[in-house]
């Protein structure tokens, strides 16, 4: 970025033609910019120059000295620039002159900042101003000084951009196929493409119609599928390829991804490890297990998962002693199993990572490459493209660094033609709670205040920021509740990784099912916003603000699955969060033309702008503004009860 620094002890280089010596002067101001290559120079150097014009400088502090010394320069500047044209026309002598008396001026410039008593900075803020030649001044008389950088440009439009940019090009050699809402078609379609008892299975256990990314990607993929199992199984992987495929929440994509591979077991004799699948927790290997299980009723495709509650030892001894088609497991616990050599990949023809952003940012024990390596190690054939890779996600990553780790083979990325990244199911009602800053002590309160406002058998799921949120959270509520007689309507309990896998089974459990006529609450953190599948969620609630447009989309997607309704709450602690929520999670996403646009409880009188706050001007309806005030209004009763409950939650807490 800078130019070479000028060193006037170093022969100057003749050019091969006579010209002009590059001399850049010692100040530059443009009204003596006549000639074309100094203006280059100029321009080439004026990247260079820090942030200000030097002239500007030199006005602001206008301490008087500094302007003559600016008209000093300028004068010396004028006298290098006739020099520069006289050694244009004479030889190497007039250059050497010329470079000499540039450094002579550059010294007397010096001496003169020093009888002025300049200080240091000034000093060499001055000498930084000026030009090379001052540079080489600055070096020769002081220790080597940071010159004054350029404040660093936070500019965040700049960096939108650079993110859009990413985005756009993270894919750009991948066939993209485009799907919408509209691609839905009846099972049955396809009874010449699937064996009757996955087709059977398919309609008794799920469906009798596709979803739409279902639709994309049986078309796709199951005439080549079957032409390959019934000409040769060799090539197979290749002629299918692999594929990225980012689709919304709760749009089937297990479903999505489960259909083909059990189509493409169908015809093997031996149960070999054909099929790994890898999730990112421990909840949604039973739950692909769950779906798995049902599509392979009466095929004798066998299934094991990495069930974690047993040990390592345990789990090694049955994969030997049985070797499965399907193998369900988390990173971790695949490169145990890979380093304890418990598993071969040698059959192995399809890799599926579901929740695929969220796996490729887990780094356990280096996961990504251990397993490319050893598919390679015992695999037969080593080409590229010897094993379909399986990529979903409803935030697919768009960082190629990640993806390229994964050595795609002619991928294929199956995408909704929607404006931006990431997409929100049309049928959630998105519906921002404005806090104001001044009452968010009272936010618990807030939340007790929300449930009354909900169908009273409502089904809702909290996220908070930490499992201690949740335990907290959950706690006091229930005080409260207890205190307000409304506990015995109310289920609230907390789900976080503090608690037993079997007590968070069974949470899981009895919240799914629930059908006591209650309001059951799950207070939970983020370990439940990927992928887990729980039927009627009436509404999320994010109690806290997520950190990303991801965490965001994938905690929304806990309700409106499967073309059910949802609703999700925001609670937006003042302008901050409401500017967090509006530019950096919000404005990532896409929601359908026929989608719902989110909306906003806030009091009257607050504007909404770009800054994120909420216009509630007279046309907004009326029930939202009755809502909010029903929920940020905290009576004098409430104000003591409230106050007790916290003293009983802290003499837990202490106990
Ligand atoms: N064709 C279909 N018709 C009706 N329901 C379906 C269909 N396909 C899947 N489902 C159901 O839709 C729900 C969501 O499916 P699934 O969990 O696969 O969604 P997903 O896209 O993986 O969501 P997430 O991104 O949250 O993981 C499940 O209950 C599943 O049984």
Known sequence: MFAARFDPTQVFEATEEPQAAKVVPLKRTRSTEDDSDDEEEVEETKEEEPEEEPEEVAEDTNDGESESASDEESESKSSSASASEDAAGSGDDDRHNTVMSRFHQTLSLQDKLKARGLTAEEESEKAADGSAAAEQTEETTHALEQIPQPDVVNNSEVAKSAVAESRSTAWINTKRVYYDSSMVKPFAEYKDQLTPKLLQNIQNEFSTDTFPIQSILLDTVLPVLNRSLQLTKKNLTRRVGDMLINASTGSGKTLAYSIPIIQALSGRTVSRLRVLIIVPTKLLIQQVFDTLNKLVKGTGITITTAKMDQSLREESRKLQ????????????RLVDHLNSN??????????????????????????????????????????PGNVVKMVFSATLTTNTQKLHDLHLYNPTLFMTDSVKLYNLPRTLQE???SLPTAKSMYKPLFLVHLLPLLESDSKLIVFVKSNEASLRLATLVNIILEKMHTKDSISVESFNSNNSRAQNRKLVSEFSTSSDGKMNVLITTDIMSRGIDISNVTAVINYDVPISSQQYVHRCGRTARAGASGQAFNYLVGKGERKFWNQQVSSAISRDVDGLEPFSWAKKSEKQDAEGDVDMDDTVDPQTIANHEKIVTVTDEEESLYKEALGELKDMVLK
């Open 342 to 383: 418990s598993i071969s990949l040698k059959n192995l023809k399809f890799l599926i990572l579901d929740e695929a952003d969220r796996l490729l940012n887990q780094s356990f024990q280096n996961w990504c490459s251990e397993l490319m390596t050893t598919i390679q190690h015992d695999k037969l054939d080593k080409l």
């Open 431 to 433: 519906i921002n709670i």
């Open 321 to 332: 002693l049985s070797e499965p088609d399907i193998f369900i497991t988390t990173p971790g």
